[in-house]
């Protein structure tokens, strides 16, 4: 009976773990390239299991996924250095689709405050 329970608990891990790969897979996304584009914020989503912000380029919304709200804080950014109506550059890696959205690298915000964090890009993802 032990024995059946252990395997049990041991295939139900191991799917799980399979799931969880699988969801933080980036295999949508072309990481060989690095995209530059300038924006201007339309909303910033801290969500788990990812983070999405939304920008206006051009006349074209893009969402930019990037990871939980808790590792973005632990790179140093703060909930107010990105507001919605701010300028920002980022570096992301383009969905494989054509799609409007990327991988969200790193965020520049070109918004003119310092306090803020104007001009000094910082890892999102």
């Not at 969801?23 to 990812?50: A, C, K």
């Not at 074209?60 to 703060?78: D, H, S």
Request: with cysteine; hydrophobic share 40%.
């Amino acid at each position: 009976m032990h024995l059946r329970a252990f395997g049990a608990a041991f295939l139900c891990t191991a799917a799980l773990s399979v799931l969880l790969s699988a969801h933080h897979s980036h295999g949508n996304y072309d990481l060989t390239t690095w995209t530059v584009m300038e924006g201007t914020v339309r909303q910033v989503v801290f969500i788990v299991p990812h983070s999405i912000v939304y920008i206006d380029v051009k006349g074209e919304t893009w969402a930019l996924e990037a990871t939980n709200p808790q590792g973005i804080f632990l790179r140093g950014v703060k909930k107010d250095d990105v507001k919605v109506g701010d300028s920002i550059k980022v570096r992301c890696h383009l969905l494989r689709d054509g799609g409007k959205g990327c991988l969200l690298g790193f965020v520049t915000p070109m918004h003119g405050d310092t306090a803020r964090g104007h001009g000094v890009e910082i890892e999102w993802d």
